[in-house]
């Protein structure tokens, strides 16, 4: 079990700290506005998410996100839907 902790984490650090921010959110179902990053910015991850088809929208104006049943799953399998395991404490730099 530690050594898929250890991958997880491995894979989870070459992901941008901004990218982790807005997936934490969406794994919280927090809006990935209240991260506390420029508005501009979370709606360019966010774009990027859904172009990679890891997100989408959804008709709800208070959290307009969601994963997608595929990335679901793949993260599910991973283990990487708790916000633990997207490491307690990237540091976001944009």
């Given at each position: 079990m530690e050594d898929l902790a250890l991958?997880?984490?491995t894979a989870t650090d070459c992901i941008?700290?901004?990218?982790?921010a807005v997936i934490r959110a969406l794994v919280d179902g927090a809006s990935p506005y209240s991260t506390g990053l420029a508005?501009?910015?979370?709606s360019r991850t966010l774009e990027d998410l859904e172009a990679l088809g890891i997100c989408k929208?959804?008709?709800t104006i208070e959290n307009p996100y969601e994963f997608t049943t595929?990335?679901?799953?793949?993260?599910?399998?991973?283990g990487l839907l708790s916000t633990k395991m997207l490491m307690d404490d990237t540091v976001v730099s944009g």
């Open positions: 991958v997880s984490r941008p700290g901004v990218r982790i508005s501009g910015l979370v929208r959804r008709d595929s990335a679901e799953g793949l993260m599910a399998g991973a």
